[in-house]
C-alpha cells in the first residue's frame, strides 16, 4: 500500500556553516541514508543551518515542530553533540521535548559503540514534541550517518505514533523496508574500474547498517604480489610517444630496441699525442723522418688530407684523425726532435726511438666502441637521471627515441579522520595527519633520480 511519504527537516548547527554553508557535508550524508536506506519511506522537506546557539536551534526545531500546518515527522539535528562549550544541542532539545526517547538514543550508542568508543563523547537525545520525532545526530558525517543508519528501520513507526496513528495498522506496512542496499554495491562495482573498487568495498561495507554490517569482510585480503598483479591487470595499455633525446627522457620507457645510427668513433683517431706513421713490413722505425702534416682533434684545423707514404711522419694529437694510409701512432714520448722549420714554428724532423712497432697501435678504429646498428639500449629499460643513458643515445647520433606515456597515478588517502597534513593549528581528537600520500607521491621521482 502506499503511503504519503513521512517529513524530515534536517538541522545542521555548527557555526563554520551557518557562515559557509559549502562546508557542511552532513546534509549530503544523511539525504543519502535517507534514500538508500529509508525504504522510500522518507521526504527530507527542508534543511537549515544554524550556529551553535540555543535559541536559535530552538526558534528552528519550534518554527518546524509546533505549527501543525508544517506537519514534520522527524526533525533530525546534526552537530553540537560533543563536551566542547559551545556544544549545546541536547540542552537545548532536550528542553524542547514533551517526551524522552531513550531508545532511540541507546540504538545510536550501541551501534556506535561497536565502530569507535569515542561514540563515549557523543551526547545524543531523542523524544518527541508534539507530534514531531526529534532526533540528535553527532556533528560527524560519519558519525551522523552511522547513528542515523542505526535506528531508521524503527523511525517509522516512532514517527507514526507520535503523529497518532493507530499502531496496529503501522506493523503491516513494514514488509519491504528491508531491502536497499545489496544493488548498491553491485551498481558502484560495474561503474568503475576495479581498482577503484578495492578502494571502495570497506566504505560500501561501513554504509551498511551495524547490525548488518559482515563481522568478516567479504573482501579476501590481498597479499602485495596479488595487489600488483590487480593493478597490472587493470592498467591501460601505456601510450607511445617520440621523446626528444634530452634531459627530459628522464624516467621514461623505452618502447623497442634503440640502434646507433653512427659509428664510434666515426673517424680513425689517435689515443696518444705523437706521429702517424706507415709501418714497414719488418717494423722497423728507428730513425729521423720528415714531418709532411700536421692532424689536431679540432676539425677543420688539419690540413688537407694528404695520404701518407712510408717514410713519412704526421704529427698528431690525441683523439685527431688519422690521415688517409697511416697504420699507427708513434708517442711523442718515444721520439726527439732533430730539426724545426725555419720560422720555428713547426717540426721539421724528427728521429723515432721504438723498435717492433705494429699496425694499429695507439689507434681506435672506425666503430672499435660501438658499431652504427648495435643496439646499445633495449626494448623496455628505464631512462635514467644517473646510469648514462641519455649520453649513450647522444653518442650514436639518437636524436629521438619510441617511450611510453607516464602513467598518470592518483593516490587517495581515504578516512574521515584523516587531515591535511599541514593542515594549521592542533589536532582535535581523532583527527590523524594524512602522511601516507605526501609519502607515496615523492617516491616515484625519487625511485627515477636513484636508478642506477
Ligand atoms: C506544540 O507544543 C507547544 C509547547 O507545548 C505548544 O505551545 C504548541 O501549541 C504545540 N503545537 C501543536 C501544533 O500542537
Ligand atoms: C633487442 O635487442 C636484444 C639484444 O640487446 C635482442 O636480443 C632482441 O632480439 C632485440 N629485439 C628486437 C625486437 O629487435
Redesign the pocket.
Given at each position: 500500500m502506499a503511503e504519503a511519504p513521512l517529513k524530515v527537516a534536517l538541522l545542521i548547527v555548527s557555526t563554520t556553516a551557518a557562515k559557509d554553508p559549502s562546508t557542511d557535508s552532513s546534509r549530503a550524508a544523511l539525504s543519502s541514508v535517507l534514500e538508500t536506506e529509508g525504504g522510500g519511506k522518507w521526504e527530507l522537506i527542508d534543511a537549515k543551518i544554524v550556529p551553535d546557539v540555543v535559541v536559535q536551534i530552538q526558534r528552528q526545531i519550534m518554527l518546524w515542530?509546533?505549527?501543525?500546518a508544517e506537519g514534520v515527522n522527524l526533525i533530525v539535528t546534526t552537530g553540537g553533540t560533543g563536551f566542547a562549550t559551545s556544544d549545546n544541542t541536547p540542552e537545548a532539545v532536550s528542553a524542547l521535548l514533551?517526551k524522552q526517547a531513550p531508545g532511540l538514543v541507546h540504538g545510536m550508542l550501541d551501534a556506535s559503540l561497536r565502530v569507535t568508543p569515542f561514540a563515549m563523547m557523543s551526547r545524543p537525545v531523542a523524544g518527541v514534541?508534539?507530534?514531531t520525532v526529534i532526533v540528535t545526530l553527532p556533528g560527524s558525517p560519519k558519525g551522523a550517518k552511522e547513528n542515523l543508519e542505526a535506528i531508521i528501520k524503527m523511525l517509522p513507526h516512532a514517527c507514526l505514533q507520535a503523529a497518532g496513528v493507530d499502531s496496529r495498522t503501522l506493523h503491516v506496512q513494514d514488509t519491504h523496508i528491508h531491502m536497499h542496499m545489496h544493488h548498491t554495491t553491485t551498481a558502484i562495482t560495474t561503474g568503475m574500474g576495479t581498482d577503484t573498487v578495492i578502494a571502495m568495498a570497506t566504505d560500501m561495507e561501513i554504509s551498511l547498517g551495524p547490525s548488518r554490517r559482515s563481522r568478516e569482510s567479504p573482501y579476501p585480503m590481498l597479499s602485495v604480489d596479488e595487489a600488483l598483479q590487480k593493478i597490472q591487470e587493470h592498467t591501460p595499455a601505456p601510450e607511445i610517444i617520440v621523446s626528444k633525446v634530452d634531459t627530459s627522457l628522464t624516467g621514461r620507457v623505452l618502447v623497442e630496441n634503440v640502434s646507433a645510427r653512427e659509428h664510434v668513433p666515426g673517424f680513425r683517431a689517435s689515443i696518444v699525442d705523437g706521429y702517424a706513421v706507415v709501418v714497414p713490413k719488418d717494423g722497423k722505425m728507428n730513425g729521423v723522418f720528415p714531418v709532411v702534416s700536421v692532424s689536431h682533434a679540432a676539425p677543420g684545423d688539419s690540413e688537407e688530407a694528404k695520404t701518407l707514404k712510408e717514410g713519412e711522419i704526421a704529427r698528431i694529437t690525441t683523439g685527431a684523425p688519422l690521415p688517409p694510409g697511416a697504420t699507427s701512432v708513434i708517442m711523442v714520448e718515444d721520439t726527439v726532435l732533430k730539426t724545426m722549420t725555419d720560422d720555428g714554428k713547426e717540426e721539421k724532423e724528427v728521429e723515432i726511438i721504438v723498435d717492433g712497432v705494429e699496425e694499429g697501435e695507439n689507434i681506435r678504429e672506425i666503430g672499435s666502441d660501438i658499431k652504427a646498428e648495435d643496439v646499445v639500449l633495449s626494448k623496455g629499460e628505464l631512462v635514467s637521471a644517473v646510469g648514462g643513458e641519455i649520453g649513450l643515445l647522444a653518442a650514436v647520433g639518437v636524436g629521438e627515441v619510441k617511450t611510453y606515456r607516464k602513467p598518470v597515478i592518483g593516490v587517495l588517502s581515504t578516512g574521515d579522520e584523516i587531515v591535511h597534513h599541514d593542515r594549521p593549528g592542533d589536532l582535535r581528537l581523532g583527527e590523524v595527519r594524512d602522511t601516507n600520500r605526501i609519502t607515496l607521491i615523492p617516491w616515484n621521482r625519487g625511485r627515477q633520480a636513484g636508478q642506477a
Open positions: 515542530a509546533d505549527v501543525a514533551h514534541r508534539n507530534k
